[in-house]
C-alpha cells in the first residue's frame, strides 16, 4: 500500500511537476541551434511513423518512367532543392539554419528506401514543427507523385534526368547598364 501511494505521487505529481519546470523555466530549446530535447527526436519520429504508416496510398497512381523523372526534376529543382540541395552541392542559408535539418534526397540512401506512398504523404501533408511544407495547396496530385517517384527512385535515375536536374538554374537577363546621364567633365 505505501509504495503504491509513492508510485502514485510521484506518476501523479512530481513527473509532470518536473516537465512542466523544465518548460516554464525556459529550460527546454527554442533556438533552432540548440540540441534536441531529451527524446525529442525517438518521440517525434514514433509519432510520424505510426501516423503516416495509417495513411499513406499503398498503390502509386502514376508509373516510374523518364518523363515522370523528368517532370518530378522540375519539381525539385523549383520546390525542393533550396532546403534538400542538390548532390554534392553546397548546402544553402536556409539549410543551414534550420532544426531539423532538412536530409539529403538526391545523395546517399536519401529516402530510397522508403515506400514512394510515405514519400508522397509528407510532401503533400508536410511534417508538423519541422520545416518541411505541405505542398497540397501548390502542386498537383501528379506532380507531388512526381517528385516523390523521383526521391524514391534516386539512386537509379536515367542520365537525361541528372542532366534536367543539375541544369544551372537561368538567371533573368542582366539589366543594361543606364548610359550617363551628365557628360563626363571635360578636360581643361
Ligand atoms: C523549407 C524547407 C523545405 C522544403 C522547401 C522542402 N522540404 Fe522536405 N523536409 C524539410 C525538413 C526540415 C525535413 C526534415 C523533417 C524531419 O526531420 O522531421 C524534410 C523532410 C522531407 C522528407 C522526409 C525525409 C526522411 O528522411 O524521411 C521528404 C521525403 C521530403 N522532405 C521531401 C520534400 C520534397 C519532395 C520537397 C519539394 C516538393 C520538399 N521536401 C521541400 C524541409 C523542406
Keep these: 500500500m505505501k509504495t503504491f501511494l509513492i508510485g502514485l505521487i510521484?506518476?501523479?505529481?512530481?513527473?509532470?511537476l518536473c516537465v512542466?519546470?523544465?518548460?516554464?523555466?525556459?529550460?527546454a530549446p527554442v533556438a533552432t541551434?540548440?540540441?534536441?530535447?531529451?527524446?525529442?527526436?525517438?518521440?517525434?519520429?514514433?509519432?510520424?511513423?505510426?501516423h503516416i504508416e495509417k495513411e499513406m496510398p499503398k498503390?502509386?497512381?502514376?508509373?516510374?518512367?523518364?518523363?515522370?523523372?523528368?517532370a518530378g526534376a522540375n519539381v525539385y529543382r523549383?520546390?525542393?532543392a533550396v532546403c534538400h540541395g542538390f548532390p554534392g552541392g553546397t548546402p544553402t542559408a536556409i539549410s543551414r539554419g534550420m532544426f531539423p535539418k532538412p536530409p539529403k534526397l538526391l545523395e546517399g540512401t536519401g529516402v530510397t528506401d522508403d515506400p514512394p506512398g510515405e514519400s508522397y504523404w509528407k510532401v503533400?501533408?508536410?511534417?508538423?514543427?519541422?520545416?518541411?511544407?505541405?505542398?497540397?495547396?501548390?502542386?498537383?496530385?501528379?506532380?507531388?507523385?512526381?517528385?516523390?517517384?523521383?526521391?524514391?527512385?534516386?539512386d537509379k535515375l536515367p542520365d537525361s534526368v541528372k542532366t534536367a536536374l543539375y541544369r544551372p538554374i537561368p538567371l533573368p537577363p542582366a539589366e543594361p547598364t543606364p548610359p550617363p546621364t551628365s557628360t563626363p567633365p571635360t578636360k581643361p
Excluded at 10 to 16: D, E, R, S, T
Excluded at 35 to 50: G, Q, R, V, Y
Design 59 to 70: 498503390t502509386v497512381p502514376v508509373p516510374a518512367d523518364e518523363p515522370n523523372f523528368l
Design 33 to 50: 541551434a540548440a540540441p534536441a530535447m531529451p527524446f525529442e527526436k525517438m518521440l517525434a519520429n514514433s509519432a510520424l511513423h505510426s
Design 20 to 27: 512542466f519546470i523544465y518548460f516554464a523555466t525556459g529550460s
Design 124 to 154: 503533400a501533408n508536410g511534417i508538423r514543427l519541422s520545416g518541411m511544407p505541405s505542398f497540397s495547396e501548390s502542386l498537383s496530385q501528379t506532380q507531388m507523385w512526381q517528385v516523390s517517384l523521383l526521391v524514391a527512385n534516386a
Design 10 to 16: 510521484v506518476g501523479l505529481i512530481l513527473i509532470p
Design 78 to 80: 523549383e520546390n525542393c
